[in-house]
């Protein structure tokens, strides 16, 4: 039996930056959306906050999307 090491630490890199990276997304979406919490408290403005959860957000979806297309594909 042949292992290929080069392909099996390509998919841990990958996986591991996907992972990584969506956590990231994530808890940079949930932070922004508790910025804009804070700053509708205190009457200033909500833009940029709210523009940056639902843009991570968004990029969340279709990370997840994305991976389950490359899932089904196959």
Do not use: Q
């Not at 890199?13 to 932070?31: F, Q, S, Y």
């Not at 205190?42 to 843009?55: D, E, K, N």
């Amino acid at each position: 039996m042949h292992i290929n090491w080069t392909g099996l630490g390509e998919v841990l890199a990958v996986a591991l930056a996907a992972g990584v990276g969506l956590v990231t997304l994530a808890a940079l979406g949930i932070n922004a959306l508790d910025r804009r919490t804070r700053a509708h408290e205190r009457g200033t403005s909500t833009v940029i906050a709210t523009a940056t959860s639902a843009l991570c957000a968004a990029a969340c979806v279709a990370l997840i999307g994305y991976g389950i297309y490359l899932t089904i594909s196959k």
